[in-house]
């Protein structure tokens, strides 16, 4: 890696995002406005109008007709984007899940904002966390380089699995913050990310129907050739996802063969090594773990991070790995799984269920609506938690940060 192949410039994440996608040499593009996403394809419509990309740049009515946009270039074999948040998402959903079914390698940023009702433009992460079962991807990030990165490998990933990948990253906090930034240069892009090679066939010479209706058990097809049933196409989708287990964590180590930057692949640690205390979380609130984590050790804990990058597919065995013979992993969710507790949490617990020498997993919410989460609340909260794992606590309800009831 060069010197002169870098670009070092300061820019926000959505900056960061939309270049990404530019330097991915994306063909089609179609989003509705909605805050805080707007600016990504502001950005890359402008460029689209220059000549500087040359793209389509689809303008359209809604999310839901933004994401069938996608759908129906992917399909045909064109490399595609798109970005949303909150209350677009799901408006999309219906297609969301038509794009992950279709095995679509579709990326779409998601500047993570808190869901309406009552009206809310500020962060949280409940938008990403309601679809996380919608079989796509997701991969959260802690800052503006780390979306730049990540865009660019969810396209290495998504093409080789033919599964659409989500890039998460916080609304405002991240989306609007400018910060420094190592762009690469095309010709490393270009050397990491093949041209796509769609898995549909669409010839006019071998018609074909795409999406038809699948039944339940497996049948031929009018050639005589036995076709999978549902079940059997949602078991493959499974397995693709599984497998992304293995590919993430290799795409990010060849991009960081290219440009000596590496994210961790799955998760991400900080001062994890002797830790008994683990601070978990996704996004930018895991950066502020890492001081708070600081701050837990001037007081003679022994408190480290553990960071989820990839929260879809879920990183089971790394979590195990990285927390047996821990005494106590605090999850900070950012989102809810209503009527039960934060989502991270509940799926670390399950995830630990059973296993030799786990953690006692506690779970703390923090940050809805764009409630202010200071590095002096996440320490207190890991005060309160350490107090009650030595009184004998081994469960409780979830602690809510910085909350006015």
């Given at each position: 890696?060069?010197?002169t192949?870098?670009?070092?410039?300061?820019?926000?994440?959505?900056?960061?995002?939309?270049?990404?996608?530019?330097?991915?040499?994306?063909?089609?593009?179609?989003?509705?406005?909605i805050?805080?996403?707007?600016?990504?394809?502001?950005q890359?419509?402008?460029?689209?109008?220059?000549?500087?990309?040359p793209?389509?740049?689809?303008?359209?009515e809604?999310?839901?007709?933004?994401?069938?946009?996608?759908?129906?270039?992917?399909t045909?074999g064109?490399?595609?984007?798109?970005?949303?948040?909150?209350n677009?998402?799901?408006?999309m959903?219906?297609?969301?899940?038509?794009?992950?079914?279709?095995?679509?390698?579709?990326?779409?940023c998601?500047?993570?904002?808190?869901?309406a009702?009552?009206?809310?433009?500020?962060?949280?992460?409940?938008?990403s966390?309601?679809?996380?079962?919608a079989?796509?991807?997701?991969?959260?990030?802690?800052?503006?380089?780390?979306?730049?990165?990540?865009?660019?490998?969810a396209?290495?990933?998504?093409?080789?699995?033919?599964?659409?990948?989500?890039?998460?990253?916080?609304?405002?906090?991240?989306?609007?913050?400018?910060?420094?930034?190592?762009?690469?240069?095309?010709?490393?892009?270009?050397?990491?990310?093949?041209?796509?090679?769609?898995?549909?066939?669409?010839?006019?010479?071998?018609?074909?129907?795409?999406?038809?209706?699948?039944?339940?058990?497996?049948?031929?097809?009018?050639?005589?050739v036995?076709?999978?049933?549902?079940m059997e196409?949602?078991?493959?989708?499974?397995?693709?996802?599984?497998?992304?287990?293995?590919?993430?964590p290799?795409?990010?180590?060849?991009?960081?063969?290219?440009?000596?930057?590496?994210?961790?692949?799955?998760?991400?640690?900080?001062?994890?090594?002797?830790?008994?205390?683990?601070?978990?979380?996704?996004?930018?609130?895991?950066?502020q773990?890492?001081?708070?984590?600081?701050?837990?050790?001037?007081?003679?804990?022994?408190a480290?991070?553990?960071?989820?990058?990839?929260?879809?597919?879920?990183p089971?065995?790394a979590?195990?790995?990285?927390?047996?013979?821990?005494k106590?992993?605090?999850?900070?969710d950012k989102?809810?799984?209503?009527?039960?507790?934060?989502?991270i949490?509940?799926?670390?617990?399950?995830?630990?269920?059973?296993?030799?020498e786990?953690?006692?997993?506690?779970?703390?919410?923090?940050?809805?609506?764009?409630?202010?989460?200071?590095?002096?609340?996440?320490?207190?909260?890991?005060?309160r938690?350490?107090?009650?794992?030595?009184?004998?606590?081994t469960?409780?309800?979830a602690?809510?940060?910085?909350?006015?009831?």
């Amino acid at each position: 890696m060069s010197d002169t192949a870098i670009k070092r410039t300061v820019m926000a994440g959505n900056e960061a995002a939309a270049t990404a996608a530019k330097l991915a040499r994306v063909q089609v593009i179609a989003a509705y406005p909605i805050t805080p996403q707007t600016s990504v394809v502001e950005q890359l419509s402008a460029w689209v109008e220059s000549g500087e990309l040359p793209a389509e740049f689809v303008t359209v009515e809604s999310e839901h007709s933004a994401l069938t946009v996608c759908i129906t270039a992917s399909t045909v074999g064109a490399r595609v984007f798109t970005a949303t948040s909150a209350n677009g998402l799901a408006y999309m959903t219906e297609q969301v899940w038509w794009a992950a079914g279709a095995r679509l390698p579709i990326v779409m940023c998601i500047a993570n904002r808190a869901m309406a009702a009552p009206w809310n433009v500020l962060n949280d992460q409940q938008d990403s966390m309601s679809v996380r079962d919608a079989g796509w991807i997701q991969l959260y990030c802690r800052d503006n380089q780390e979306i730049l990165d990540t865009t660019i490998q969810a396209y290495r990933i998504a093409e080789q699995l033919h599964v659409p990948v989500m890039v998460c990253y916080d609304g405002f906090l991240l989306s609007h913050t400018v910060m420094p930034v190592e762009v690469p240069s095309a010709e490393q892009v270009d050397a990491y990310l093949p041209p796509y090679e769609p898995l549909t066939v669409v010839d006019p010479d071998d018609p074909r129907n795409i999406g038809p209706v699948t039944l339940a058990d497996p049948r031929a097809n009018a050639d005589g050739v036995s076709c999978h049933g549902y079940m059997e196409v949602r078991a493959l989708h499974q397995q693709a996802l599984l497998g992304a287990l293995e590919t993430i964590p290799a795409a990010d180590a060849e991009w960081s063969e290219l440009t000596g930057r590496e994210w961790g692949g799955l998760t991400w640690e900080h001062l994890l090594d002797d830790a008994e205390v683990v601070l978990v979380a996704a996004g930018s609130v895991g950066m502020q773990l890492t001081v708070a984590a600081e701050a837990l050790r001037e007081q003679g804990v022994k408190a480290g991070v553990l960071g989820i990058r990839s929260y879809r597919p879920f990183p089971v065995d790394a979590l195990r790995g990285k927390l047996a013979g821990r005494k106590l992993a605090l999850v900070f969710d950012k989102a809810l799984s209503y009527g039960n507790e934060g989502p991270i949490c509940g799926d670390l617990k399950a995830a630990l269920y059973g296993q030799p020498e786990a953690p006692v997993v506690f779970g703390a919410v923090c940050g809805l609506g764009g409630r202010d989460v200071t590095v002096e609340q996440l320490n207190d909260a890991a005060n309160r938690a350490i107090a009650d794992l030595a009184d004998g606590v081994t469960d409780r309800a979830a602690d809510w940060l910085n909350l006015h009831l």
